[in-house]
């Protein structure tokens, strides 16, 4: 669980959807898996975020009582409900008291989880890939590295036969060279939607390299996105509806800060990219929903597993994300009484200038 998990997960705000309720009405031999139910929206998309891996139509409906209800499915009725439903909950990882409804009392859909219609290629070492978008000419290919067994990620992008930039990720050197474009519009006031150059430099724990393409006051610029870690980078997510996308990503700085890696848990983190340069918005209120959602899903984990509660690696993302969601008091607190003060787990860091690679006493 813990890091994979919140690697996996992707945040999204609720845009109502609406279906009519016989579209959700199972008369056949198939029901809906019922995890949970909430009457705040943000806690209910949140606990879907929960299972939107292992159920990938995860949804939350209106129920006709007023309640909303996180539903997977529909699943078929293999050996009949009884049966079905006990097969799922062996499995693990949902609640003890889940059901399998037909739907009757589901009014309509609230939220489902975005798709993703972001243009993307991908690319590894070999012929190079040559797009044409918006008037200018893409080409992706590689060169070798200095070692001449790796190679280099590069990207050419030209108008009219003119180079407008030659972006190189020098800091991913693999033997495939793999990396992947994206077309998007992050911020409308440049002239074209912008360019995502990334790639992955493989490993246990790290990392993926994301360069942005922008042409902002009439000049073609190159934006270093963060390194993060694992293999999935940025997130494209329009969180608050303006039809520019935001960069979500998670605070690499909590890996190993209160725990092992394995054991480490990160709050989500949104930038946004305006005029040639990436802002972080986690402290914008507009996007407080992100988090409010983030932090409902991590405490549905919780009950799920309340060990939890005493990990430090958890409580510190935990914490941080009831802290962007104005509830700082209440978690601090509630972290004061958990935490495990006998953990092994020492993070120091040097504070002044190194000597010779050490810190000085």
Same mark, same amino acid.
């Given at each position: ?34 995890? +949970?139910?909430?009457?705040? @929206?943000?806690?209910?998309? *949140?606990? &879907?975020? #929960?299972? $939107?891996? /292992? ?13 909303? +209800?996180?539903?997977?499915? @529909?699943?078929?009725?293999? *050996?009949? &409900?009884? #049966?079905? $439903?006990? /097969? ?274």
């Amino acid at each position: 669980m813990n890091r994979f998990l919140a690697l996996t997960a992707l945040f999204w705000l609720s845009l109502p959807t609406v279906v009519d309720a016989t579209e959700l009405l199972q008369t056949g031999d198939a029901r809906w898996v019922v995890f +949970a139910s909430a009457l705040d @929206p943000d806690e209910a998309i *949140g606990i &879907a975020q #929960a299972y $939107r891996w /292992r159920f990938p139509n995860v949804r939350v409906v209106q129920s006709s009582n007023a309640w909303m +209800a996180v539903i997977g499915g @529909p699943v078929p009725l293999d *050996g009949g &409900a009884a #049966a079905t $439903r006990d /097969r799922i909950a062996s499995q693990g990882g949902v609640p003890a008291d889940i059901f399998l409804s037909n739907g009757e009392a589901f009014q309509q859909t609230i939220w489902t989880p975005p798709a993703d219609n972001i243009e993307t290629w991908e690319y590894e070492h070999g012929e190079p890939l040559g797009i044409n978008r918006f008037g200018l000419d893409f080409v992706v290919s590689d060169r070798f590295a200095s070692d001449f067994e790796t190679r280099i990620p590069t990207l050419a992008a030209s108008s009219d036969g003119q180079i407008v930039a030659n972006i190189e990720i020098i800091e991913s050197q693999t033997r495939d060279a793999n990396s992947r474009l994206r077309f998007a519009w992050l911020d409308r006031s440049s002239a074209f939607p912008q360019v995502l150059f990334s790639s992955f430099w493989m490993g246990a724990h790290c990392c993926t390299v994301t360069k942005i393409l922008s042409k902002d006051d009439g000049e073609w610029g190159v934006v270093d996105g963060k390194t993060l870690d694992g293999d999935l980078g940025y997130r494209l997510v329009d969180v608050n509806g303006d039809s520019e996308f935001e960069l979500v990503s998670y605070d690499n700085s909590f890996l190993y800060a209160f725990d092992a890696y394995a054991f480490s848990w990160m709050p989500v983190s949104v930038q946004k990219l305006e005029n040639g340069t990436l802002v972080d918005k986690r402290w914008d209120a507009e996007y407080r929903s992100i988090y409010v959602q983030e932090a409902f899903r991590l405490e549905h984990l919780a009950k799920l597993n309340p060990d939890l509660w005493h990990e430090n690696g958890f409580l510190a993302a935990w914490v941080a994300l009831k802290s962007l969601s104005g509830q700082h008091d209440e978690a601090w607190n509630h972290m004061l009484s958990n935490y495990n003060r006998q953990s092994d787990w020492s993070l120091s860091l040097c504070t002044v200038d190194t000597v010779d690679g050490l810190c000085p006493p």
